[in-house]
């Protein structure tokens, strides 16, 4: 069973920096796109960063400037840097992934979420 999770949360003061790791486990044949979601309450889960299997990156407008997307193919990893963080940007951040299980079948996968707080 594969599965994704996440790390590098936590309280950071505006116009500080996060790094956040997220690892798949478990058997897979190929993993396509990784990225990063969040969702603040009361708002709609929104797109932060996305990065395909060839490094080519798709960024929110929001983060543009300020987050760096990247992965590691070999140790089924994706990273997301964060810098010059803004208290907008406090919100449950959620890694996300396509998988392909087999060369035949694949999947949309998700992390558990971790909380990135910005507040001073």
């Known amino acids: 069973q594969v599965s994704l999770v996440e790390s590098g949360g936590g309280l950071v003061q505006p116009g500080g920096s996060l790094r956040l790791s997220c690892a798949a486990s478990g058997s897979y044949f190929n993993i396509n796109n990784m990225g990063w979601y969040r969702q603040a309450p009361g708002k709609e889960r929104e797109l932060v960063a996305s990065i395909r299997r060839d490094r080519s990156t798709t960024y929110a407008d929001s983060v543009k400037g300020r987050f760096t997307v990247s992965r590691d193919n070999a140790k089924g990893m994706v990273y997301l840097q964060m810098n010059s963080l803004k208290p907008e940007d406090t919100s449950v951040y959620y890694c996300?992934?396509?998988?392909?299980?087999?060369?035949?079948?694949?999947?949309?996968?998700w992390g558990q979420g971790t909380q990135v707080t910005v507040s001073s």
């Open positions: 996300n992934a396509a998988i392909s299980l087999t060369r035949w079948s694949s999947g949309e996968f």
